[in-house]
T-cell receptor, first 116, second 117 residues
């Protein structure tokens, strides 16, 4: 089983709203990732959690706030977003928490976010 | 910095035929991994195949195989006996072997593959 589950599938929010994206995996993976993917572009890494601790923040604006409450769950809290933040947000996980390339990343189906 | 280039924005193939997607990359590292991911309209990124740079033998997964040319920094994907379900965006990706940078997948811009019945 290599399932990463993301909810909701679609989200529409205003610029003053607060919302959260959720990602779950029950594969015992110890690294979890958030990516942002604009239309017709490749995914761009936003955050990496390794053993439930934030390892990488790719200079993401503070209106995006990640949280990893436990090893199975990853949240992305959204506040005061801009229309240009509209994108597909992908979550991924990998078995090992350390940074080794053979650590395959398994992706969820993403949340399509529209900011009005 | 590593870069990955996919020079074919779109390609099409007749069902049951063979198609090759191109990828080149630039790196100063000697050890790394290369991947092909597939993203169908369902949006989920699915790993198709991976290649370890220190292995000379080309990776194969059923109908999918790669032609890895390390000196030329080329990593093409061959899909044999193409099926309608192969229609998707295909991304070539690179990861260094170790270090903090190996969390990061560097993707190419993608090739959109259409399969014609």
């Amino acid at each position: 089983d290599t399932e990463v589950t993301q909810t909701p599938k679609h989200l529409v929010m205003g610029m003053t709203n607060k919302k959260s994206l959720k990602c779950e995996q029950h594969m015992g993976h110890r690294a979890m990732y958030w990516y942002k993917q604009k239309a017709k572009k490749p995914p761009e890494l936003m955050f990496v959690y390794s053993y439930e601790k934030l390892s990488i923040n790719e200079s993401v604006p503070s209106r995006f706030s990640p949280e990893c409450p436990n090893s199975s769950l990853l949240n992305l809290h959204l506040h005061a977003l801009q229309p240009e933040d509209s994108a597909l947000y992908l979550c991924a996980s990998s078995r090992r928490g350390d940074a080794v390339a053979k650590n395959i990343q398994y992706f969820g189906a993403g949340t399509r976010l529209s900011v009005l | 910095a590593q870069t990955v280039t996919q020079s074919q924005p779109e390609m099409s193939v007749q069902e049951a035929e063979t198609v090759t997607l191109s990828c080149t990359y630039d790196t100063s590292e000697s050890d790394y991994y290369l991947f092909w991911y597939k993203q169908p309209p369902s949006r989920q990124m699915i790993l198709v195949i991976r290649q370890e740079a220190y292995k000379q033998q080309n990776a194969t997964e059923n109908r999918f195989s790669v032609n890895f040319q390390k000196a030329a920094k080329s990593f093409s994907l061959k899909i044999s006996d193409s099926q309608l379900g192969d229609a998707a965006m295909y991304f070539c990706a690179y990861r260094p072997y170790s270090g903090a940078g190996s969390y990061q997948l560097t993707f190419g811009k993608g090739t959109k593959l259409s399969v014609i019945p």
